[in-house]
């Protein structure tokens, strides 16, 4: 819980999927999931499947303003994960209002390249999730395309070129980041992570599995789930401790719910992973 017996408050700022596992739709699950209230605030209505994306057709940026102040106006949000965000117009939206009401916790996916190979932002957009977006956020969750995007360099095919990556990373302004190996070969896909004062290696064994759609949102809105969920006092006592176990658990919960995705049958391309695992 967040301060006490009352479940905590999570938004979601994200474009949608009418297939149900990416996007604000994969991220409301996360949250249900996880045992904590969700939000959302729709950036982009997205005509997708589990095969490929057709179109994008982004929301207004006054209308997300609109979005988030009337929402925010009302309901007391613990956390916050940002996922797609189309344009620097919205990308300057979301940075203004979330400074003046600041969450305990923002987590930042970088969404730009989906699961298809589909790039979802313009260049604008990505220098302004880069440059506006990133500084604002606790933790940030690219997958090594989009690493490779942020930093304008070749993606890394290699743990090596991962941990070579990470420094320039960090100095985007987040304190956390979680740089994800799913794109490497292999029998693992360990994920990267650094704090503000080390950088460790997260191990995973790589699940044989073609139903990945959706797996970075479901990661970043596990992850600030989780953050919600801590005890505000918890956060000040051990506030570098904080984010690692909220890392740790919501990639448990990740490595369960795509063991169990074999129990779906959504779609003729990457199937979602099974959210709801422990309930159905």
């Known amino acids: 819980m967040a301060t006490d017996s009352r479940l905590a408050n999570v938004l979601t700022i994200a474009?949608?999927?009418p297939?149900?596992?990416a996007g604000l739709q994969g991220d409301l699950k996360?949250?249900?999931a996880l045992g904590v209230y969700g939000t959302n605030v729709i950036?982009?209505?997205i005509a997708q499947n589990t095969c490929g994306v057709a179109s994008v057709y982004p929301v207004s940026p006054q209308a997300i303003r609109e979005q988030l102040e009337h929402l925010l106006d009302d309901v007391a949000i613990d956390a916050v994960k940002i996922g797609m965000v189309a344009s620097r117009e919205v990308a300057e939206v979301i940075a203004e209002v979330l400074s003046q009401r600041r969450p305990r916790w923002i987590v930042l996916d970088p969404v730009m390249v989906a699961k298809s190979g589909d790039i979802l932002v313009d260049n604008d957009g990505i220098h302004a999730v880069r440059d506006i977006l990133v500084p604002l956020a606790d933790v940030i969750t690219p997958n090594l395309p989009e690493a490779a995007v942020l930093l304008d360099t070749p993606t890394p095919t290699t743990?090596?070129?991962?941990e070579a990556m990470l420094p320039a990373l960090t100095q985007l302004g987040a304190p956390y980041v979680v740089l994800k190996g799913g794109h490497l070969r292999g029998a693992t896909c360990p994920d990267l992570l650094a704090t503000p004062s080390r950088h460790e290696w997260l191990p995973a064994s790589r699940i044989d599995t073609d139903n990945l759609h959706g797996t970075g949102c479901a990661l970043s809105s596990a992850i600030a789930a989780c953050l919600a969920k801590l005890p505000a006092e918890a956060?000040?006592?051990?506030p570098a401790d904080a984010p690692v176990a909220a890392i740790s658990e919501a990639k448990q919960w990740?490595?369960?719910a795509l063991e169990a995705s074999v129990r779906l049958n959504v779609g003729k391309g990457r199937g979602p992973v099974h959210h709801f695992y422990a309930w159905w």
């Open 235 to 238: 956060a000040a006592e051990a």
């Open 30 to 32: 996360t949250f249900s």
């Open 15 to 17: 474009g949608s999927d």
């Open 159 to 162: 743990p090596d070129a991962m």
């Open 43 to 45: 950036t982009a209505v």
């Open 254 to 256: 990740l490595h369960a």
């Open 19 to 21: 297939s149900g596992g």
